[in-house]
C-alpha cells in the first residue's frame, strides 16, 4: 500500500473511531429516560412538589447526559485534533 | 404593549431575512462574485492565537504564544460581571426605597439563589454563596457571549496551511527543545519549518483570491481553485471561553480545591479521614475491613476526578453547540434561529449545574463523614 492510501485509510478509520465513540450516548440516553419516567412518575403522585422534582431531575438529566458529552468531546478530538499520518 | 409585539416580529423576519440571504442561490441570482453564505470558522479544539507576543516578550514561554481569542472572551465577560456588580451596589447601599426595574430583577435573582444555598448549606451560606453565584454569572455571560453576532463571525481571513503551518512551528520548536538544543538553535530549526511549511502554502495558493467584504465566503476563481471553505476560513476575534479547556479547567480546579478547603475549615485535618483510613483494631479482627483502606482511595480518585468531570462536561457542552451552530449556519442559515435557542438554554443550563454541583460538593465536604452509617 502506497503512502497516499495508506493516508487515506487511516482517516477514514479516524472517522470511524468517531462514530464508534458516540456509541456512549446509548448509556446516556437510557439513563436521562429513567430519570425524567421517574419524575414524571413522582409529579403525578404529588403535583404539589412538581417544583422541587423538577430541579432536581434537570440535575440528574445534566448528570447524566454528562457521559454523552464525554463521547462527543472523545468524537470531536477525533476529528478535530489527531493528527493523520505523521 | 401591542407596539412591543411589532418589534418582536420585526426582528424575527429580519433573522429570517437574513437567514434567506445566507443561502448560497441567492448570490447567485444578483450576479455577486461572493456569497452570502456564512464563512465556516476555523474549528480547533486549543483557543486560536490573535495577536502573537512580539519576540523576546517576557510573556512567551512553553505554553503562550500570543493572546488567545478564547481568552479575549474570559475577559469579557469578566467585566461584564464586574460592570453588573458595580451598577447594582450603590442601590443596595439604599435599603428603605422600595426596588424597582433593573435592580429589583437582580435582587429578585439573587435572593432566590441565596435562599436555595441556604437550604442546602445552612451556616456555611455566607461562604459559599460568593463561589455559587460567581460561577453562574461568569459562566452564564461567558457561554452567552458566544450568542452575540459577530461574536466566533468576524476575525480575519486565515488560510488554513498558513495556520497549519504556525502550529507545525510550535510543535517543532518543542520537539527541538525536547531534543536537547539550545533554546536559539531550536528557535532557528522551528522558524525554518515554518518557512518551509509557508513555502509549500503559496505555492499551492494564488495569493489574489481574498476576493469580497472580508465578512463573505469568496467564490473561487475561473480555475476553480480555492473554493471557499475548504482553505480559506475566518479566524474568529473573540470565541467563547468554555471552548478553550484553560477556562474549564482553571474554574473546575477552583471548584474541587475550595471545596477541599472548607472540608478542612469545617473538620480540620479530620477531613482527610475520609479518604485515608487505616482501622488497625478492626483489620485484627478480620482481614476483610482492609476494604475501607481501598473505598477511602476510591473515593480519593473520584475526588481528583472530579476536575476532569466538571471540565469536561462545561467543554463538551460549549464546544459542541459551536460547531452545531456553524455547521447548521452552511448547510441551512434559516434553522439556525432554533438552534440558537437551544444554545441559549443550553448555556444557562450548564451554568446553573456548574454552581449546582459545587455546592453540593462544597454542602457534602462541611458536613463529616465519621459516624460510618451515614451513606453517600
Known amino acids: 500500500m502506497d503512502e497516499q492510501s495508506a493516508i487515506i485509510l487511516a482517516t477514514g478509520l479516524k472517522y470511524l473511531g468517531a462514530g464508534l465513540a458516540m456509541t456512549g450516548a446509548i448509556g446516556a440516553g437510557a439513563g ?33 447526559e ?13 476529528i478535530f485534533v489527531a493528527p493523520v499520518g505523521a | 404593549m401591542k407596539k412591543r ?10 433573522i429570517l431575512f437574513g437567514g434567506a440571504m445566507g443561502m448560497d442561490p441567492i448570490s447567485g441570482l444578483l450576479g455577486l462574485d461572493f456569497s452570502f453564505s456564512p464563512v465556516r470558522p476555523v474549528i480547533q479544539l486549543p483557543g486560536e492565537v490573535v495577536i502573537r507576543w ?36 450603590p442601590r443596595s447601599r439604599t435599603a428603605d426605597e422600595v426596588p424597582t426595574g433593573f435592580y429589583n430583577f437582580f435582587e429578585l435573582i439573587f435572593e432566590g439563589a441565596y435562599n436555595y444555598v441556604e437550604r442546602s448549606a445552612g451556616k456555611w451560606t455566607k461562604a459559599f454563596f460568593p ?87 469568496p467564490r473561487p476563481n475561473e480555475n476553480g481553485e480555492n473554493p471557499p471553505g475548504s482553505i480559506w476560513a475566518v ?26 478547603y472548607y472540608g478542612m475549615r469545617a ?9 485515608f483510613v487505616w482501622n ?34 462545561l467543554l463538551g457542552n460549549i464546544f459542541a453547540g459551536m460547531v452545531l451552530l456553524f455547521v447548521i449556519a452552511s448547510l441551512l442559515p434559516v434553522a439556525n434561529l432554533a438552534f440558537y435557542f437551544l444554545e441559549f438554554g443550553v448555556g444557562a443550563l450548564q451554568a446553573v449545574i456548574f454552581a449546582l454541583l459545587t455546592l453540593t460538593f462544597m454542602a457534602g465536604a462541611t458536613h463529616g463523614h465519621g459516624h460510618g452509617d451515614e451513606h453517600h
Open chain 2, 267 to 275: 473538620q480540620g485535618l479530620a477531613y482527610w479521614k475520609k479518604f
Open chain 2, 54 to 89: 512580539p519576540e523576546g516578550s517576557p510573556l512567551v514561554g512553553p505554553f503562550s504564544y500570543g493572546l488567545t481569542n478564547t481568552f479575549i472572551a474570559a475577559l469579557i465577560s469578566f467585566v461584564l460581571v464586574l460592570l453588573l456588580a458595580l451598577l447594582l451596589r
Open chain 2, 131 to 217: 463561589f455559587f453565584m460567581t460561577f453562574i454569572l461568569w459562566i452564564l455571560i461567558s457561554n452567552w457571549v458566544g450568542l452575540f453576532p459577530g461574536v466566533d463571525s468576524i476575525g480575519k481571513w486565515e488560510s488554513i496551511p498558513h495556520l497549519r503551518a504556525e502550529q507545525a512551528e510550535e510543535v517543532a520548536y518543542e520537539a527541538a527543545i525536547e531534543a536537547g538544543l539550545s533554546e536559539e538553535a531550536a528557535e532557528a530549526e522551528a522558524h525554518a519549518m515554518f518557512e518551509e511549511v509557508e513555502h509549500q502554502v503559496e505555492e499551492a495558493n494564488d495569493a489574489a483570491l481574498r476576493r469580497g467584504p472580508f465578512l463573505f465566503n
Open chain 1, 66 to 78: 454528562a457521559v454523552a458529552i464525554y463521547a462527543l468531546v472523545v468524537a470531536l478530538i477525533l
Open chain 2, 5 to 14: 409585539y411589532i418589534i418582536y416580529l420585526g426582528v424575527l423576519l429580519l
Open chain 1, 32 to 64: 436521562v429516560g429513567i430519570v425524567v419516567g421517574g419524575a414524571v412518575q413522582g409529579i403525578a403522585r404529588n403535583p404539589d412538589a412538581s417544583g422541587e422534582i423538577q430541579s432536581n431531575m434537570i440535575l440528574g438529566v445534566a448528570l447524566a
Open chain 2, 280 to 313: 488497625g483494631d478492626k483489620i485484627a479482627k478480620s482481614p476483610l475491613a482492609v476494604m475501607d483502606t481501598g473505598v477511602g482511595l476510591l473515593e480519593f480518585i473520584s475526588e481528583v476526578f472530579k476536575i476532569v468531570s466538571f471540565a469536561f462536561r
Open chain 2, 235 to 260: 479566524l474568529p476575534f473573540v470565541r467563547p471561553a468554555a471552548t478553550d479547556m484553560n477556562f474549564v479547567l482553571a474554574v473546575a480546579i477552583i471548584s474541587v480545591v475550595m471545596t477541599q
